[in-house]
Each structure stands twice: as structure tokens, then as C-alpha cells.
């Protein structure tokens, strides 16, 4: 019997369930699901809300879903062109090797030409070695002299002057000397004073003596 054909479409706002579990099925399989904390609340906010930070495809086969790619883009200053990131490529285990990793990234490229990008980008796992066949079959290449820099949690939250127990919405002052320049600073008014003094006469006494 045939497999079922491979449908692609853009996700929405009902697919939030889906797009969870499959990004928790990718942490699963990359052993990082200790670190999975995405909620249906956060990713429905941040791919279909006001302001919309991400978007996805998602890969089914007579309707069952079998993978995602989860995408946005960015822009590369060198090309001046932009770019289309690849954050989450994923495709059920049971599927792999059926042809819907190479739908989605085929549904990506297509994506990326007509908004003019002038390359995709993604990551992979060193240990990933099927992944990374794949990848370079089809063409791409891996950038070794390139490391990755995250900066996050209490480092993120001290760099951006804030603290990470008060919250984004309370910025502490900057460390180091504060330098009053308004006229009316203790400071301006004592450098005037002094200025003063040095031009007036020695020994000279105000007007209204005593």
C-alpha cells in the first residue's frame, strides 16, 4: 500500500498544540528536554500575535502531522540581502528518510527566493551525523570557524543593567562616577565660585559690608 501524499501548509493559530509537541519531540531527541520550558500561551504570543517573532511550516501525511520548521528572518549586512534562519527543522523518527525533511527545506529555499534572501542558515548537532550528510548533499555547507555566543538569564539581565529578581521593567543605575553637568549642580556652582574668586582683587570685600 502507498504512503499517504505529504502535505506542507503555513501554521496558525489552532496548529499551537501541534508546533509544542514537535518542538518538545526535537528537545526529546536532541537530549535537551530538561531545557524546554516553551508554553502554548508563549508560542502563540511570539508567532501569532500583534508582533509576530517567528513563523512555521508544518509537514503532514494524510493529516497526521510528521514534522515542522519553525523559521524567521534575519539580515546578513555583507550581501546586503536577508536571510532566511532555520531555528527548528524536525520529522517524527517513524518518518525519517520518507522525503518530509526535504519537503520542508525544499518549501523553505522556496520561500527564501521569493522574499530575495541570499542564503539560509541554520544549526546542527556535531553528533548529528545523518543530519549532517543530509545537509550536505544537499549543498550546504558547515561553517567550523564560526562558534556560537548566547548570553542569557542573570549575565543577559546584568549586561542590560537590570537584575534579574527586579525585573525587566526596573533598570538599576550604572556603576561608576556620577558627573552632574545641569547649570545648577553643586558642582558647576562651586567651579563658578571659584572662577570668581581668582579674578576678583585680593583682599576685596563686597559692597554691602557690614
Known amino acids: 500500500m502507498a504512503a499517504a501524499r505529504l502535505t506542507i ?10 508546533i509544542l509537541a514537535l518542538v518538545r519531540g526535537l528537545a526529546r531527541y536532541e537530549r535537551l528536554l530538561s531545557q524546554c520550558v516553551a508554553t502554548p500561551a508563549g508560542l ?5 500575535g500583534r508582533r509576530r517573532y517567528f ?3 508544518i509537514c503532514r501525511r494524510g493529516g497526521r502531522p510528521v514534522g515542522f520548521a519553525l523559521y524567521f528572518f534575519t539580515y ?10 532555520l531555528e527548528d527543522l524536525f520529522v517524527l523518527p517513524a518518518e525519517r528518510g520518507q522525503g518530509a525533511g526535504l519537503a520542508l527545506l525544499r518549501a523553505l529555499a522556496r520561500r ?10 541554520w ?3 556535531d553528533w548529528n551525523r545523518p543530519a549532517i550528510r543530509f545537509y550536505q548533499a544537499l549543498g550546504a555547507r558547515l561553517r567550523r570557524d564560526w562558534i556560537l555566543t548566547r548570553l542569557t538569564g542573570e549575565p543577559l539581565a546584568r549586561l542590560a543593567g537590570l537584575s534579574a529578581r ?6 538599576r543605575r550604572a556603576s561608576g562616577p556620577r558627573t552632574p553637568t545641569g547649570a545648577g549642580s553643586p558642582r558647576r556652582r562651586r567651579r563658578r565660585a571659584t572662577a570668581r574668586a581668582r579674578r576678583s582683587p585680593a583682599g576685596s570685600r563686597s559692597r554691602r559690608s557690614a
Open 76 to 85: 546578513s549586512t555583507f550581501l546586503a540581502r536577508p536571510t532566511l534562519y
Open 44 to 48: 502563540r504570543r511570539d508567532g501569532f
Open 166 to 171: 527586579r525585573g525587566p521593567g526596573r533598570a
Open 123 to 125: 544549526t546542527v548537532l
Open 9 to 18: 501548509r503555513r501554521g496558525t493559530p489552532r496548529d499551537v498544540p501541534t
Open 112 to 121: 527564501a527566493v521569493r522574499r530575495g534572501c541570499g542564503r539560509m542558515e
Open 55 to 57: 513563523e512555521t511550516l
